[in-house]
């Protein structure tokens, strides 16, 4: 499997990178060269970030806890929940 951790693969990596020129047509989606890169640089980033910003709200976590309560029947157990 590749890793950026090998310098074989990082460097093929690099390469590859270095020759997107913005032109390009996606081969799927609908997201530009631009948009593409902005997505894989955050992505990459995300597992060294050390705390996230909480862009919640009182109302999403009012929302949240109730809809843990009617669809799992209590609390105990919902701090598991995964949230998007």
């Keep these: 499997m590749k890793t950026v951790r090998n310098q074989g693969d990082l460097a093929a ?10 032109q390009e047509q996606p081969l799927w989606g609908k997201m530009t060269v631009k948009q593409m890169m902005s997505h894989l640089v ?12 909480d862009k919640s709200s009182f ?26």
Excluded: M, W
């Design 59 to 84: 109302v999403s976590r009012t929302f949240y806890k109730a809809a843990d309560l009617v669809c799992l029947g209590d609390a105990q157990g919902s701090e598991n929940v995964a949230r998007i």
């Design 13 to 22: 990596l690099i390469n590859r990178i270095k020759r997107v020129r913005g």
């Design 42 to 53: 955050q992505a990459a980033d995300l597992p060294f970030r050390a705390i996230l910003p």
